[in-house]
């Protein structure tokens, strides 16, 4: 594994099913996040961690959860989908921490297109 | 709340030519700002991070400055090539980052 993976790459998913979208990071990396893409709208924080053992919630957290057991892993779950999760779904990580730094340079996923029907 | 605007949205240029493209941010309390790269289809690549100290960066044919007080940075691109056809995106990290909705750059052979 050389940086970040994401699992599924693409994934069709029918309204109100439970679905994990997994992220794996190589890089030892203290803070890990997730962001959902849309056209018109960017990229928007989801979901946060800046290290294994906490979570914080980002600008749209509503209907995810994540978890971060140890430094690597940092998977996102949609309890019960909904069209309007429908997106790319990118994750993230960094070696910063905290953002005090200044140098909290992060580093991004090849993404998970994601269609809620 | 943290407003970053990417001007223009859209570029295109022949061959050879210098790109400037253009983010402004509304807050200047930031730690840094981060320019990235996407291709169609594909994640971020990051290109060049400019702490909040710094005035620039550079990296290859890539210049990026950044003027806190006045909220802005931009990056320049060097005798552009077809290859540097993509999306960029600028965010800024004011404890999280927010990103502008991106220039899409087209290079014409």
């Known amino acids: 594994i050389a940086g970040i993976t994401q699992a599924p790459t693409s994934q069709i998913l029918a309204a109100g099913r439970r679905m994990t979208l997994r992220c794996t990071q190589d890089?030892?990396?203290?803070?890990m996040y997730w962001y959902r893409q849309d056209l018109g709208l960017g990229l928007r924080l989801i979901h946060y961690?800046?290290?294994?053992?906490?979570?914080g919630k980002g600008e749209v957290p509503d209907g995810y959860s994540v978890s971060r057991a140890n430094t690597d892993d940092f998977p996102l779950t949609l309890a019960s989908a909904v069209p309007s999760q429908t997106s790319v779904y990118f994750c993230?990580?960094?070696?910063?921490?905290?953002?005090?730094?200044?140098?909290?340079?992060?580093?991004f996923g090849p993404g998970t297109r994601l269609t809620v029907l | 709340k943290q407003e970053v605007t990417q001007i223009p949205a859209a570029l295109s240029v022949p061959e050879g030519e210098n790109l400037v493209l253009n983010c402004s941010f509304t807050?200047?309390?930031?730690?840094?700002l981060q320019w990235f790269r996407q291709d169609p289809g594909k994640g971020l690549t990051s290109l060049l991070l400019?702490?909040?100290?710094?005035r620039e960066q550079t990296s290859g044919r890539l210049n990026a400055s950044l003027d806190k007080s006045s909220g802005r940075s931009t990056l320049y691109i060097a005798a552009s090539q077809p290859g540097d056809s993509a999306t960029y995106l600028c965010?800024?990290?004011?404890?999280?980052?927010?990103f502008g909705a991106g220039t899409t750059v087209t290079v014409r052979a």
């Open positions: 993230a990580s960094s070696d910063g921490g905290t953002s005090g730094s200044g140098l909290n340079e992060q580093f």
């Open positions: 890089m030892r990396h203290n803070a």
């Open positions: 961690s800046n290290t294994a053992g906490t979570t």
């Open positions: 807050d200047s309390a930031i730690y840094n």
């Open positions: 400019i702490q909040s100290s710094q």
């Open positions: 965010a800024v990290d004011d404890y999280k980052l927010s």
